[in-house]
């Protein structure tokens, strides 16, 4: 991870002027934060930009905004998602900036996910206000030239791991998909036109014009 900064509220000196602090985190150290820090961490005014995410053992993962390229990929495959999820209404897509708590207690924000409607509904009002505890039934990432690619396939297996079904790591660099699957081994696919929603998201072909390539 590169460094990143954080800026906590400061505690009042005794003078009448505030002042800022900022918290400079070097590659390789790791911050470990619980549940419940997480989530007023999160809720700072100053964190809005950052996308956040906690790994299962409390290390925080502090990601900057996406770049306008990856933010229009982004965009343009949450939409086709939720295109085929409004004319189908067979669930509920979200978008990246989503946070979800899964069984190990990490709390992820992929960059598309989505989950049938009859599990989104067994989820109480207030935990869906919250990082609700749910896994989703796919999740899609988009990976960015920045990040380590070997990072974001540890992070598809441990969706897999904790009960997803179905996900789809994309590279735009190499222009290859990498589908992941329970109980197989992740298949790689070098250019597709189209990936398909298989048995999770019925009857969608995914058109990766302008998300692979352009």
Same mark, same amino acid.
């Given at each position: ?51 956040? /995410? @906690?790994?299962?053992?409390?290390? %925080?993962?502090?990601?900057?905004? +996406? ?7 982004? $965009? =343009? ?49 207030? /935990? @869906?206000?919250?990082?609700?505890? %749910?896994?989703?039934?796919?999740? +899609? ?7 380590? $690619? =070997? ?56 058109? %990766? ?6």
């Amino acid at each position: 991870m590169s460094p990143s900064t954080l800026e906590p509220t400061a505690a009042q000196p005794t003078t009448d002027r505030p002042t800022e602090t900022s918290l400079i985190v070097p590659e390789g150290v790791r911050l470990i934060v619980d549940p419940e820090d997480f989530e007023r961490l999160c809720r700072v005014p100053a964190n809005r930009d950052l996308r956040l /995410e @906690r790994e299962s053992d409390g290390g %925080l993962i502090v990601m900057a905004p +996406a770049g306008m390229d990856g933010g229009r990929r982004n $965009l =343009t495959l949450a939409a086709r998602l939720w295109n085929w999820n409004d004319a189908t209404g067979l669930g509920v897509a979200f978008d990246s900036s989503s946070g979800m708590t899964f069984p190990n207690t990490a709390v992820r924000a992929p960059d598309a996910t989505w989950i049938t409607r009859e599990r989104w509904e067994a989820v109480p009002e207030d /935990e @869906r206000a919250r990082f609700a505890r %749910l896994v989703p039934d796919f999740v +899609a990432e988009l990976h960015s030239p920045s990040d380590s $690619l =070997t990072k974001a396939r540890a992070k598809m297996a441990e969706y897999i791991a904790q009960g997803v079904r179905l996900g789809w790591l994309i590279d735009p660099t190499t222009q290859t998909v990498e589908i992941y699957r329970p109980g197989r081994e992740p298949e790689t696919l070098t250019r597709p036109a189209t990936l398909s929603g298989e048995d999770v998201l019925p009857g969608l072909v995914l058109d %990766l014009k302008g998300i692979l390539f352009d």
